[in-house]
């Protein structure tokens, strides 16, 4: 899953030259052969664009070699996702699978280039799904694009509370000094030491609850960076033990109604986004009507703009309460952040206004606007360029 750390990490990195490569990949088909040749045919996209900026060749073909090592790793290629980032600078390699299709493209300026995934942190770009059984759980990301399962320390099922009871009831039954049982803290578990009798529902219902706990804390914890809707898949009884033990934000009362076990990711990602995209569609939808009210109203219109000079200016300063972009569109030109100053023109790489220049200094202004809407806490919506008015690429509603 993509994070908000992990965008401020990405945007903290302002060396020059930096690479950021993205590429749509496939998980399975004749598609996965072509991927790594694709691939390399971007890395040499990535050192001719780093020679034109005047690096030796061999400095380019040595920059890109934490990527280039991928290009003949069949197992890598074969454990992909919808899409795959790249990121490349001096002392620096990062890489993340992505559950969309980015564009297939290089971009080498000054600092990382994030617009790609900028949509896996808008309003309506992310989501989770909790799927619960009594023998498992996982944790996916998703987003409209596609779904991918999260690598989170989940428990064992209840299987695994019941493994501990097994355990300590014959602990109890033993000599003293084997009665010490598996512990947290100072603690026995309690569902490990109480008497249920011979009742065997009873003791089924309480294995349950005490799994449906420790989920609970552990889901909680992993998700503490994520402020997204969260779409619980389960059966009627899971589902309802779970939300009498959980407190966690953004579950969504609306549930899938099924046994996880027995759908495959896909689809659970269809009925978990049938859940949430109302709720997306309605909050892009406000945004919208919210820009052209306020745009619209005399007594406001100084709260709004679409110039990227007043609005990169205002990102930075945290004054954008709602950003709305046009899908796929960008503007370059430089930001002086000493004097707030922002001037459109000119092209990264090299490309300068139309003359061959250093490109140093040229980034994308949508891209810096909504990294620093989102970092400082507002809300970004990607919108198609009929919502907003005509050769726009960006609109923002100030919050003063």
Known sequence: MFTRDDLGRLLAVHTTPAVSLFMPTHTAGREIRQDPIRFRNLLGQAVERLTALGMRRPDAEAMVTPAAKF??????????????????ADGMFEMHRLPMEPPEEVVVAQGLSVRPLLPLLAAEGAFMVLAVSASRARLFSASRWGICEEEAKLPDGVQEVHAETDYD???????????????????????????????PEELRKAHLIEYLRRLAV???????????????VAEDEIRGHFRTVSNLNGLLDAAVDANPDALDAQEIHRRAYALVEPLFTQARDKAVDQFRAVAGDVRTT????????????????????????????RVWGRYDEAN????VGGEPGGQDGGHQGDGQGVIDLVERAAADTLLNGGE?????ADALPADTAMAAIFRY
């Open 218 to 232: 552990a889901v909680h914890e992993h998700l503490k960076v994520f402020n997204g809707p969260t779409v619980l």
């Open 340 to 343: 707030d100053r922002v001037s």
């Open 380 to 384: 970004v919506h990607v919108v198609t």
């Open 302 to 329: 100084g709260r709004a703009a679409t110039r990227p000079e007043d609005i990169v200016p205002a990102a930075r300063q945290n004054r954008v309460a709602t950003l709305l972009l046009s899908e796929g569109m």
């Open 169 to 199: 009831e014959n602990s109890l039954n033993s000599a003293p000094p084997a009665r010490h049982g598996k512990r947290r803290g100072s603690a026995v578990s309690m569902v490990k030491t109480h008497n249920f009798g011979e009742d």
């Open 71 to 88: 290009l003949d790793e069949g197992e890598f290629w074969r454990h992909q996702d919808r899409g795959l980032a790249m990121f490349i």
